[in-house]
């Protein structure tokens, strides 16, 4: 599927039915600025909680609020035109009930514009997320490593390995036997993002896991350099736009304190007399 042909964005049954196709493409966006630069290149762009770590300095996503969500939710939707908008239900929002998942998808959904939310878990979230596509929410998944739980993960590990790729494989059949749309494998062995790949009927999306998935997606601001406090084995760097940044703001603090800039071109003359 190429979301560059399309006149209007896919649906979450558009990414559905791409399953076993050309690979689809997401990145992460938070800005409405980002949101414009990859419209229609990505098939769908996430919304993800990872913007606390990325934009409000937050030591993991699990600060992050529903109303930061909503408003970074909204910024993107207001880039986008040919790419689906998803986003990511933050810590705390949906792991009490279903009734409460409810509650904040349809809150975010009706204030964003949004096609689909996202939530972390596997087996234990399968009743949410029947529950929730039921009503009308479509459901992106999210298993393997899922930072909302490090505290009980241990850590930013990859996952399914040490006897584990057998409840990894039950968690993907889970989310997808409730109705999810699509899941996103998060640092997982590549020969097990392929298994998972080939015995699920939805849509799998690597990062961190495979060239095998259905689809890649990466956190925009690692892949253009401009987050660099750290750098997973999984990120390719495209674009070194953090240093170019920081060269940038230096030669501006220099040419300030040399008086050099601003030049006679960025100022402006005073009217001429009689014009």
Same mark, same amino acid.
């Given at each position: ?18 399953? /076993?196709? #050309? ?25 993800? +909680?990872?913007? !606390? ?11 992050? #609020? ?6 970074? /939710? ?13 986003? +990511? ?70 996952? !399914? ?17 409730? !109705? ?6 998060? @640092? ?8 998972? #790949? ?26 253009? /350099?401009?987050?660099? #406090?750290? @750098?997973? @084995? ?42």
């Amino acid at each position: 599927m190429s979301a560059t042909a399309r006149k209007t964005a896919p649906l979450p049954e558009d990414i559905r039915a791409a399953k /076993g196709g #050309t690979p689809l493409v997401s990145l992460t966006a938070y800005t409405t600025p980002m949101a414009r630069m990859m419209d229609g290149h990505c098939d769908f762009v996430l919304v993800g +909680d990872s913007v !606390g770590m990325v934009l409000h300095g937050l030591p993991s996503t699990l600060g992050v #609020t529903l109303e930061m969500m909503i408003m970074h /939710g909204q910024a993107v939707a207001r880039g986008l035109d040919k790419s689906m908008l998803v986003i +990511d239900m933050p810590f705390g929002s949906y792991e009490e009930s279903p009734t409460q998942a409810f509650r904040s998808a349809a809150r975010i959904m009706r204030e964003t514009g949004a096609a689909a939310i996202k939530l972390e878990g596997g087996q234990h979230m399968a009743e949410t997320i029947a529950f929730l596509v039921a009503r009308g929410i479509p459901v992106m998944a999210h298993i393997g490593l899922t930072p909302q739980s490090i505290n009980t993960l241990g850590g930013y590990k990859v996952q !399914g390995r040490d006897g584990q790729a057998g409840a990894l494989l039950a968690d993907a059949r889970a989310v997808t036997e409730a !109705g999810a749309f699509s899941v996103v494998l998060e @640092k997982v062995p590549a020969a097990l993002a392929d298994q998972i #790949t080939a015995e699920i009927a939805i849509p799998t999306i690597g990062i961190g896991a495979s060239a095998g998935c259905d689809g890649q997606i990466l956190v925009v601001d690692d892949m253009l /350099g401009l987050f660099t #406090t750290f @750098k997973p @084995k999984f990120v390719k760097r495209y674009a070194e736009f953090g240093t170019a940044g920081e060269e940038a703001i230096k030669t501006y603090a220099t040419e300030v304190r040399a008086r050099s800039f601003p030049a006679p071109e960025h100022t402006f003359a005073d009217k001429a007399p009689g014009k």
